[in-house]
């Protein structure tokens, strides 16, 4: 058997043995309306605004943020329970939790849930979310709309204020790209530089 058929055939063992968390919210007349996310134990995720996205947004987080989401799931049960709340409140978007390893699969689904672990996860998911919208937002004026960069790096700054960003570092290859473009607006470049120096500073 050819090396690289070993190494493929690794890889894939490797995957089935490590799990896998998805998290979606379906929210008609939300922007967006539909959401998912799926997190890998390495901390690779995928960020997608349809089922059928054929170009999902790709993330990472760190070592501890991943440890914590998952840490998170244990608590959960991996999801082998129900998570909604007997009370009656507003509709808040149909949410669906699952936890998938190898041929395993558990999932909840849930309109409001008063489990504080299920809170702080499902805020974890929103973060990541939120983190792949604001880096979109980001990239997408950079490329076609160079006088809205301002307000695009105001807002990942407001974000990332109220800490509502994670895997931070994968911002700092866009932020720096607007520092260094002169093409761009004197404040936006020095806003960008100041956003990517906070980030690098708070990194361990």
Request: aromatic fraction near 10%.
């Amino acid at each position: 058997m050819k090396w690289w058929l070993l190494l493929s055939l690794a890889a894939a063992a490797l995957a089935a043995d490590s799990p896998r968390l998805f998290y979606s919210r379906t929210f008609p007349g939300s922007t967006p309306a539909y959401f998912d996310v799926t997190l890998e134990s390495n901390g690779d995720g995928v960020y997608r605004e349809s089922v059928d996205d054929d170009l999902p947004d790709k993330f990472h987080l760190s070592d501890s943020e991943t440890k914590d989401v998952f840490a998170l799931a244990d608590k959960l049960d991996h999801f082998k329970h129900p998570l909604e709340s007997p009370l009656k409140v507003a509709f808040m978007g149909a949410k669906v939790f699952r936890y998938e390893l190898g041929n395993e699969k558990d999932e909840v689904k849930y309109n409001y849930t008063e489990d504080l672990n299920g809170q702080a996860l499902q805020d974890w998911f929103e973060r990541m979310a939120e983190s792949c919208q604001q880096r979109d937002n980001l990239e997408r004026a950079a490329k076609y709309d160079h006088l809205g960069v301002m307000q695009a790096v105001q807002l990942l700054a407001s974000a990332y204020d109220r800490k509502r960003l994670v895997g931070v570092d994968q911002f700092l290859p866009i932020l720096d790209r607007v520092a260094k473009n002169e093409t761009y607006m004197h404040q936006a470049r020095a806003m960008a530089a100041e956003l990517a120096e906070s980030i690098r500073k708070a990194q361990p």
